[in-house]
């Protein structure tokens, strides 16, 4: 067994003696950690991993306690009934929130979550059905066949148990389909579109269920107590559970129990000591706290779960399981048309960037876009892949018009693409990288990767990223972080997650920038035999050896105008394009 393993047993045969070996007071300290750690566990999820930051969560925690709370004192449900009903409300609040709220970004969006914690915090407040400051009391405790959590001993195993799933469901959903999709989010937003990922629909669906824990925690919070009043879901509740899951690791999905731990300790911890070191009471815990968190994120600015992970090394992964290949897309028969560009333009204010661009391109051929720098290819790029919009002109991908259409609804119609400026996600291996292309190819969603439901369809897509990785050449890194490998590699490695996703059409940008002598011939190798296959590539390069040796034909563009189009030799004894690239000739 390895060490990792037989220090998580440890600490579960820990968690499940606690309460029969430990004092009250320390059983109460480890209810309100497990509390805390509910709420920092969808931070981890919604800002470290996915990159939404939100400052109000504390507003879910209460919207969820306050409803259990009116619903179990005041119209007689019981307390499961209430949970129930706190779910489904702060579902429907944390839909409408996020419907408003993700539409911004950067400081727009941490202030937009700070407004609406302060405003909701007010009107629990102001309310009278609630009981204003003074808050509702005298909530019934949670009970299981009879057997009611009414002391601190008892609800801990509840607290515990539930948080422990959660953790679990957590771990099980980074860890899929869907799970690598919000690991792009933060960073990678451009690239996910591109592999069909509808980013603005996966941030609502991280937002709420970040909202959901909350709301469980407010649940519990509110059995466990038998009271609640607004003074617990104020802003600064609120900083709080985002230091937690900071202080924790805010990428780490156990992190948000070692940052409730740590944060809630030493609060208690120094809220006790500094008094007596003072001689008197204040305020000076908030002081002391502030530069132990300074000093702890100069030290450790990843979190102290990442500090741990190190010294818990894994075993070697090992090689990726068989599984049934996936389906493949129908080939258009070499020779028709496939790429049909015509009239396209683009203006950035005053500038034209590209001005009435045309050509086409057929099945299984090779299409090479030169020019000079600034002559607008990769501009041209970005709009046949809906990655831009364009102002004019029309783009039809096996006669269907794609121009106006965002780039995941273009790849659903199979056009898959590498980027310029290499875009992978530096901390996900390179077969989670891969797989990431065949995001399209599978169907099952959160809640089937949360209930681990889901394990046949994701072996076949790791099956499949596996398969192309080893088609590129790069089996060896195959579990190797994708921002370890140098710049050319990584190069491939976009190729390969372009060729997971079974396109008709492939757009590389640049594929051959980086690469060594050797590895340039075997990429114009692959390129060819991808060719024979029936595939149709569109290649925008600067390498004019690598372009003249490989494409079919070429089409070059200067000023944000083609120039030429014809064959490689034909190119090359354009006098236009000679005086394009060279400045003239004698």
């Given at each position: 067994m390895?060490?990792?393993?037989?220090?998580?047993?440890?600490?579960?045969?820990?968690?499940?003696?606690?309460?029969f070996v430990l004092p009250a007071y320390h059983v109460t300290l480890l209810n309100y950690i497990g509390l805390a750690a509910l709420v920092a566990l969808g931070l981890v999820v919604m800002t470290g991993v996915g990159g939404i930051v939100s400052f109000g969560q504390q507003a879910f925690v209460g919207i969820a306690a306050y409803t259990t709370a009116a619903l179990t004192t005041m119209a007689g449900w019981s307390p499961w009934a209430g949970l129930a009903a706190s779910l489904v409300l702060v579902a429907l609040s944390a839909l409408l929130i996020g419907a408003v709220t993700l539409r911004l970004s950067g400081h727009y969006l941490s202030i937009a979550t700070i407004a609406w914690g302060i405003a909701i915090y007010h009107l629990f407040g102001n309310l009278p059905l609630l009981g204003q400051f003074s808050g509702i009391d005298n909530l019934p405790p949670a009970a299981v066949a009879g057997f009611e959590f009414n002391t601190g001993r008892r609800s801990y195993f509840l607290i515990w148990c539930v948080l422990i799933a959660t953790l679990v469901a957590a771990r099980n959903l980074l860890d899929s389909r869907?799970?690598?999709?919000?690991?792009?989010?933060?960073?990678?937003?451009?690239?996910a579109e591109s592999c069909g990922v509808d980013t603005s629909a996966l941030?609502?669906?991280?937002?709420?269920?970040?909202?959901l824990l909350a709301a469980l925690s407010g649940w519990l919070t509110a059995h466990f107590l038998r009271f609640v009043s607004p003074h617990a879901f104020g802003v600064n509740a609120g900083i709080d559970y985002l230091f937690m899951?900071?202080?924790?690791?805010?990428?780490?999905?156990?992190?948000?129990?070692?940052?409730?731990?740590?944060m809630t300790i030493l609060k208690e911890w120094l809220s006790d000591l500094l008094p007596v070191l003072f001689g008197h009471s204040g305020n000076y815990e908030t002081i002391v706290f502030g530069v132990l968190m300074l000093v702890l994120l100069q030290y450790a600015r990843g979190g102290l779960m990442p500090v741990i992970s190190r010294l818990l090394p894994d075993a070697p992964a090992g090689p990726v399981a068989h599984a049934p290949a996936l389906e493949r897309r129908a080939r258009a028969a070499a020779g028709t048309p496939l790429l049909e560009v015509s009239g396209l333009t683009k203006t950035f204010g005053g500038l034209t960037a590209v001005n009435d661009i045309g050509f086409s391109l057929r099945a299984g051929e090779i299409l090479g876009l030169i020019g000079?720098?600034?002559?607008?290819?990769?501009?041209?790029?970005?709009?046949?892949?809906?990655?831009l919009a364009a102002n004019g002109g029309s783009v039809k991908l096996a006669g269907e018009r794609i121009d106006g259409k965002p780039s995941r609804a273009i790849a659903r119609r199979g056009l898959a693409r590498s980027f310029q400026h290499v875009n992978l996600v530096s901390n996900m291996t390179v077969l989670e990288n891969v797989a990431m292309g065949a995001y399209l190819r599978g169907r099952r969603g959160t809640l089937a990767a949360m209930l681990r439901t889901d394990r046949a369809e994701e072996a076949r897509l790791l099956a499949e990223a596996a398969r192309q990785i080893e088609r590129v050449g790069l089996a060896e890194h195959m579990h190797d972080a994708a921002g370890s490998l140098p710049l050319g590699r990584q190069r491939i490695v976009e190729i390969a997650r372009a060729l997971a996703a079974d396109p008709v059409l492939l757009l590389l940008d640049e594929p051959a920038a980086g690469l060594r002598y050797g590895e340039k011939q075997e990429l114009s190798e692959l390129l060819r035999g991808l060719r024979a296959e029936g595939l149709s590539i569109l290649l925008v390069e600067h390498d004019m050896d690598f372009v003249m040796n490989l494409v079919d034909r070429l089409v070059v563009m200067d000023f944000g105008e083609k120039l030429a189009e014809g064959l490689p030799a034909e190119i090359q004894a354009n006098p236009a394009v000679i005086e394009a690239y060279l400045g003239g000739i004698e």
């Open positions: 390895r060490r990792a393993q037989v220090i998580l047993a440890l600490v579960v045969a820990l968690l499940v003696l606690a309460p869907p799970g690598r999709a919000i690991r792009a989010l933060r960073f990678r937003g451009v690239m941030k609502l669906v991280v937002f709420v269920y970040a909202a899951a900071i202080v924790g690791g805010a990428s780490e999905v156990w992190g948000a129990v070692v940052g409730s731990a740590v000079p720098n600034g002559a607008g290819k990769s501009t041209t790029f970005n709009l046949v892949s809906g990655s």
